[in-house]
């Protein structure tokens, strides 16, 4: 069965950077893209953006162009997630998702039918 | 993007039906069929229920529903039990290779 398995909880300081590995298991990796999610407490979903398994394109939501970094290793089948110039708003739970169920295009899926467990990120001086 | 609308909360009792909205624009709700919804009990990963507005993945309830009329799509529970109580979030396919999610709504069952 398809599984997705993150990297423990992180504690970082202002200004560091975090790097959220996603190992994905159960399907042939480079079939469609991961989606990177995040929940800080109490609060909602938000979208980080995808990265392609296959290709390693990738794409940003305004928000994180330019601070984070998504990137695959396929021998690996292990994507990873990079946020850069953290601050105690990032402190969130962060989610890789896919799955190939429903519109696809590219090797991007729009619905998200698996989840990791979820990466607590905390950022404190 | 702006996030989706939600109505904060909703509530009902058992065996009841409730309906929780989810309004966008016509740059991501209105343009395409793309919403589907989430459900996350408190401390797990979101779960997928409905996907493309009104499709349930194999293994889902067919007390949970979903459709769209405009800019704004909504999921209904039938028979609302006490395991229904969640936190759900729409999320909608707002073009250019992105998406967005709704506040989330917190289901409360009486």
């Known amino acids: 069965q398809v599984q997705l398995v993150q990297s423990g909880a992180e504690v970082k300081k202002p200004g560091a950077s975090v790097k959220v590995s996603c190992k994905a298991s159960?399907?042939?990796?480079?079939?469609?893209?991961l989606h990177w999610v995040r929940q800080a407490p109490g609060q909602s979903l938000e979208w980080m953006g995808w990265?392609?398994?296959?290709?390693?394109?990738?794409k940003y939501s305004e928000k994180f162009q330019g601070r984070a970094t998504f990137t695959t290793d396929t021998s690996a089948t292990t994507s990873y997630m990079e946020l850069g110039s953290l601050r105690s708003e990032d402190t969130a739970v962060y989610y890789c998702a896919g799955g190939g169920l429903g519109f696809c295009t590219n090797g991007v899926c729009y619905t998200s039918n698996y989840w990791g467990q979820g990466t607590l990120v905390t950022v404190s001086s | 993007q702006s996030a989706l609308t939600q109505p904060a909360s909703v509530s009902g009792s058992p065996g009841q039906s409730i309906t929780i909205s989810c309004t966008g624009t016509?740059?991501?709700?209105?343009?395409?069929?793309?919403v589907s919804w989430y459900q996350q009990h408190p401390g797990k990963a979101p779960k997928l229920m409905i996907y493309?507005?009104?499709h349930r993945p194999s293994g889902v309830s067919n007390r949970f529903s979903g459709s769209k009329s405009g800019n704004t799509a909504s999921l209904t529970i039938s028979g609302l039990q006490a395991e229904d109580e969640a936190d759900y979030y729409c999320?909608?396919?707002?073009?250019?290779?992105?998406?967005?999610f709704g506040g989330g709504t917190k289901v409360t069952v009486l």
């Open positions: 990265v392609n398994g296959g290709n390693g394109k990738t």
């Open positions: 493309e507005d009104s």
């Open positions: 016509s740059s991501d709700v209105g343009s395409y069929e793309l």
């Open positions: 999320c909608s396919y707002a073009g250019s290779s992105t998406l967005v």
């Open positions: 159960g399907y042939p990796f480079t079939t469609y893209a």
